[in-house]
């Protein structure tokens, strides 16, 4: 058997070296040369613990290799990025691109999975550009299973953190959606050779909601935080010590507020949802805005710390540590961290320190020349203000005793005990 993967992003690329590590064939595809090339060189392009070596076995064992267009295969894979344009649509283009690619190569037998997050009736788009392509062969229609295709279809998302990838492909529950059961049931044949757990069977429409749901599912919560910390912060009461009491209630579980949501996909995800049904989606685009102000909040706190200070903003140093959307990685798409940086190096400060201990030189649209990306211990000693912004684990362990008489902004709650 051989499986195409189409895009070899953050989800295909290890998709297939899992694949090929238990001994299927498998072709990647990309349309960036410089992907390809560095597969077939063994190497990885993104950052993802576990997969280099993967990655590597694969490639040299000959289970993987990497191509700029599709090849005939058994199975075709579509993991390719489904961002939204600048009024919150989907755009369905790399999809689109990815079908039509696909269509060339198809065979009477082949089993087509788009894995990609995508809005309700993405599926059966697909399933229609690759039917506008390929008159000669039949595809199947939505919930009916009395003719057999000659293409089966799915859609089975992927629920992978990043930072955990590797080990969430094998051990996460899979969503097999199918445009029938007949294609559901070919595909989850397939996931069974890497997936340990459960494959869920149900229908592609429900299969694509479910995975809206799951991002939005934490969207929603991680907005009740951060509308929390605003109330509390009016209120001048601790957030943190208060979500670790409403905790302990045995039905409670409030998320943690932060400077916002960042990344591509919680932050993305619910404008497909709020687009598909934009009258009925009211929380869930109220969530999307808290969570999008949230920097703003941040930003005026740090003009009423300058005020505080009596000082002119020229005359005092600022120090922001961290950079990236979460934690422990060096992903700053979407990083709520990044954009108030940004707005910092322009705020008129005598210098801006930049902590990022995962990223060796300063990210493009810092304005100011007083920014500089330096090492934690020399921002802090320099800095008058300093502000946390990522809950990376070096600022956790860090001598604390290094933040007396500065003025502190903590997003995250990580001195909230200061
Ligand atoms: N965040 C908070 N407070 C929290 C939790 C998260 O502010 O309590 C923030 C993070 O700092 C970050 C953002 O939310 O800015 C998103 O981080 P995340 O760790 O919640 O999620 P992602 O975007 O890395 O991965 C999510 C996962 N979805 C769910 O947990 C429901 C992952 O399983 C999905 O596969 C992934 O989206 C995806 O590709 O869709």
Not at 63 to 68: D, E, G, I, R, S
Not at 138 to 160: L, M, N, Q
Not at 173 to 184: E, N, P, Q
Request: charged share 25%; net charge negative; with cysteine.
């Amino acid at each position: 058997m051989i499986v195409s993967i189409i895009g070899l992003g953050y989800i295909g690329l290890p998709t297939a070296a899992v694949l090929a590590s238990k001994g299927v064939r498998v072709v990647g595809v990309d349309v960036d040369q410089y992907t390809v090339d560095t597969v077939n060189q063994g190497k990885v392009h993104i950052v993802e613990p576990g997969l280099d070596g993967l990655v590597f076995k694969a490639v040299y064992s000959n289970y993987l290799k990497a191509v700029a267009k599709p090849e005939k295969a058994d199975v075709f894979m579509v993991a390719v990025p489904t961002p939204f344009t600048d009024n919150n649509k989907p755009d369905l283009s790399f999809v689109k691109a990815a079908a039509k690619a696909i269509s060339k190569v198809l065979e009477k037998g082949n089993l087509v999975i788009l894995e990609s997050t995508s809005p309700v009736g993405t599926t059966e788009k697909m399933l229609e550009w690759m039917r506008e392509e390929r008159s000669d062969l039949s595809f199947p229609e939505f919930g009916c299973d009395r003719v057999k295709a000659d293409i089966a279809v799915t859609y089975c998302p992927e629920r992978v953190l990043p930072g955990q990838v590797v080990r969430e492909l094998v051990e996460n529950d899979r969503i097999i959606g199918g445009v029938t059961l007949r294609c559901a049931e070919q595909a989850v044949e397939l996931y069974k050779i890497f997936v340990e757990a459960d494959c869920l069977i149900t229908d592609c429409r429900t299969a694509e909601l479910s995975k809206l749901v799951e991002n939005s599912f934490r969207d929603v919560n991680i907005a009740f935080a951060n509308e929390l910390s605003i109330i509390c912060d009016k209120l001048d009461i601790n957030v943190w010590d208060l979500i670790k009491l409403a905790n302990r209630h045995p039905r409670v579980n409030v998320l943690q507020p932060g400077p916002g949501v960042g990344g591509h996909c919680i932050a993305v995800d619910p404008w497909f949802i709020i687009d598909s049904a934009p009258d009925e989606a009211q929380l869930i685009r109220t969530a999307r805005l808290v969570n999008d102000s949230k920097p703003t909040f941040v930003l005026n706190k740090v003009s009423q710390i300058v005020e505080s200070t009596g000082k002119e903003i020229s005359k005092l140093r600022i120090a922001c540590l961290g950079l990236a959307f979460k934690p422990n990685i060096d992903d700053l798409r979407g990083s709520p961290a990044l954009s108030i940086a940004q707005k910092i190096s322009n705020m008129g400060f005598r210098s801006t320190f930049l902590v990022e201990p995962n990223i060796d030189c300063i990210p493009t649209g810092f304005g100011s020349e007083n920014t500089e990306l330096i090492k934690l211990e020399m921002a802090i000693k320099s800095a008058d203000i300093i502000i946390l912004l990522v809950d990376h684990a070096p600022f956790k362990l860090m001598d604390l005793s290094l933040l007396s008489g500065k003025q502190v902004i903590d997003t995250r709650g990580i001195w909230s005990y200061l």
